[in-house]
């Protein structure tokens, strides 16, 4: 089994700041790609920002020059600084990992969703 566990949600004042940790743990060889989506009420669920293995990151235009995505390779740990936060940023943030398994299975795995709430 592998599972991705997020933290670091909350409710945040706009031009804030929050950090999100993402822990990924079983059975897992190796982790390749990284990131973090973002659903918000009655939008689809989009890419916020992802990172590979190398540490090469990409972002939504939305949320760059804003939000810095970093990943701790041995601790199998991904994270999102978010600053400056928007209202618009408002949404269940939800961790995704793509890694092979201990049974040679490659697949992506996602977290339970973590909320962000900015107050303007």
């Known amino acids: 089994q592998v599972q991705l566990v997020e933290s670091g949600g909350g409710l945040v004042q706009a031009g804030g700041s929050l950090r999100l940790s993402c822990a990924a743990s079983g059975s897992i060889f190796s982790i390749n790609a990284m990131g973090w989506y973002r659903q918000a009420p009655g939008k689809q669920r989009e890419l916020v920002a992802g990172i590979t293995r190398g540490g090469n990151t990409n972002y939504a235009d939305s949320v760059k020059g804003r939000f810095t995505i970093s990943r701790d390779n041995a601790k199998n740990t991904v994270y999102l600084q978010m600053n400056s936060l928007k209202p618009e940023d408002t949404a269940v943030y939800i961790c995704?990992?793509?890694?092979?398994?201990?049974?040679?299975?490659?697949?992506?795995?996602w977290g339970q969703g973590t909320q962000v709430t900015v107050s303007s």
């Open positions: 995704n990992a793509n890694l092979w398994t201990m049974q040679s299975v490659k697949d992506d795995y």
